[in-house]
C-alpha cells in the first residue's frame, strides 16, 4: 500500500486544530490511516501551504441553475429575484448542462465532497451519474393550492422516479413557506418519514408580513401566478410556526437561509422536533443573503441555543461561486468574533452528520475517505489534493 504523509502549517480534523507538527497519513485513494507526530512520520514528508482540512459539505445548491451566473443583479430583495428566475431560468438544454457539468468540476476542485441539492428538473441526472462527489437530490414541490396536488404530485413524483436511478438519497421537498399549501405539506410529510428534507426558510422580512397579515411583496408573485391575493390564511404567527407542525415523522429537516428568524421561532422549531423526533439543522448561505438582500443571518443567536449549524452556497443564480471557503469567508467578515475553528466545523464535520454522511466524509478518522483539503486562511482560497 503506498500512503501519502500530509503537512501543512495547521490541521483542522473537522472538529478543531490540532497542535503543531502533526502530519496526515492517508492512503493513495485518501483513505485516512492516522495523525501522527512528523517524529513518527519518518521521510517523505509533503509540505503544503495552508490549512488541511477534511473536504467540506454544501447543503444547499440548485447545480441545475450554473447558467444563470451573473443573469440577475444582487439586491433585488427575495420577491424580484424569485420572478427573475422565472423569467429567465429557461435555455437551451445543452448551455444548461454544460453549466452543471463545469459547477460539478469546480466544486470538486475547491474542495467539495457531497451536496444536498435541490432539484426541479431531470438535467442534473448525467452529471450526477459520473460524479465522485456524494449526492443527496430534494426533488422541490411547488403547489399553491390544494386543489392542484394530485396533478402536481404526479409531476414531481415522476421527476424524483428519475433521480432514484442514481445512487444516494432523492426525496421530495417542500420548495418555501410561501410557496406550499396545506395538503401539500400533508403529503410530503407523509412521503418522507425518516428522510433528510429542507425548505427555504425566513429568507425575506416579507415572508412574516404574508403570514401575519396576508399583504406585502410576495403579492407580486401570486400576482405572477394569476391571483391577486395570497393562497394561505392569515395566521397569528410567523412562517416557520406555521409550517412546522406539518412535519411529524422523523425527518431531519435542513432549515435553509434563516435571514430573518427569530429566537422565538428557534424555541418553538426545538421544542416541536422535540416532541416529534424531527432533527433540525439549520444551514447559512452568507453569499445568497448578501446577493439577494443584502442582509446577514443570526449567527450569534443559533449559536446561543446550540443549533447544529451548517453551511450551503446555494446557486449561481444568487452567488458569485460555489464555493464554501468563500462562504467562511462571509461569516467570518459579518462576525469578526466567530472563530475559524468554529465555521470549519459546521462545514465539514456538522455537513456530513446533518446528511448522515459521517461514516465516510467530515473528518480525518481511521477508515474515512473525507477528501483532502488545502485552505488558504488569508486569500480563502481551497483546493482539493486528495
Ligand atoms: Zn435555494
Known amino acids: 500500500m503506498r500512503y501519502r504523509k500530509l503537512k501543512a502549517a495547521k490541521i483542522f480534523n473537522g472538529v478543531e486544530f490540532l497542535d503543531e507538527n502533526q502530519v496526515l497519513i492517508v492512503t493513495e485513494n485518501g483513505i485516512v490511516e492516522k495523525i501522527t507526530s512528523q517524529a513518527d512520520a519518518g521521510d517523505d514528508v509533503e509540505l503544503l501551504d495552508g490549512i488541511l482540512t477534511p473536504g467540506f459539505i454544501n447543503c444547499h445548491c440548485h447545480i441545475e441553475l450554473s447558467h444563470m451566473k451573473d443573469v440577475i443583479p444582487p439586491y433585488t430583495g427575495l420577491v424580484d429575484f424569485l420572478l427573475a428566475v422565472i423569467k429567465n431560468r429557461s435555455t437551451e438544454a445543452e448551455q444548461i448542462e454544460e453549466s452543471i457539468a463545469a459547477a460539478e468540476e469546480e466544486m470538486y476542485a475547491n474542495g467539495i465532497v457531497g451536496v444536498a441539492d435541490i432539484c426541479n428538473t431531470p438535467y442534473a441526472i448525467a452529471v450526477k451519474k459520473q460524479s465522485s462527489l456524494r449526492w443527496h437530490n430534494l426533488v422541490e414541490v411547488i403547489n399553491l393550492h390544494d386543489s392542484n396536488l394530485e396533478k402536481q404530485l404526479a409531476h414531481y413524483n415522476a421527476v424524483l422516479d428519475q433521480y432514484q436511478s442514481l445512487p444516494g438519497n432523492s426525496v421530495l421537498t417542500p420548495h418555501a413557506p410561501y410557496t406550499v399549501s396545506a395538503a401539500t405539506y400533508k403529503a410530503i410529510n407523509a412521503a418522507t418519514a425518516n428522510q433528510i428534507i429542507s425548505i427555504h426558510n425566513q429568507e425575506t422580512e416579507a415572508e412574516a408580513e404574508l403570514f401575519q397579515k396576508g399583504t406585502g411583496n410576495f403579492l407580486k408573485l401570486y400576482a405572477q401566478f394569476g391571483s391577486h391575493q395570497s393562497p394561505f390564511a392569515v395566521s397569528s404567527t410567523s412562517s416557520l410556526q406555521t409550517y412546522l407542525p406539518y412535519f ?52 450569534e443567536l443559533l449559536m446561543k441555543h446550540d443549533c447544529h449549524i451548517v453551511l450551503g452556497t446555494d446557486s449561481y443564480s444568487s452567488n458569485w461561486q460555489l464555493n464554501i471557503a468563500s462562504e467562511i469567508k462571509t461569516l467570518l467578515t459579518a462576525f469578526p468574533k466567530l472563530s475559524l475553528e468554529a465555521v470549519l466545523k459546521w462545514a465539514t464535520y456538522n455537513g456530513a452528520v446533518a446528511m448522515q454522511w459521517h461514516d465516510m466524509l467530515g473528518s480525518f478518522e481511521k477508515g474515512k475517505k473525507p477528501g483532502v483539503v488545502v485552505l488558504d486562511e488569508k486569500k480563502f482560497t481551497s483546493q482539493r489534493i486528495v
Open 248 to 299: 411529524t415523522n422523523g425527518q431531519t429537516v435542513l432549515l435553509v437561509h434563516n435571514t430573518f428568524i427569530t429566537e422565538d421561532d428557534i424555541l418553538f422549531a426545538k421544542e416541536h422536533a422535540e416532541k416529534h423526533g424531527l432533527t433540525l439543522v439549520y444551514c447559512l448561505c452568507p453569499n445568497a443573503n448578501k446577493y439577494i438582500e443584502n442582509a446577514m443571518p443570526p449567527v
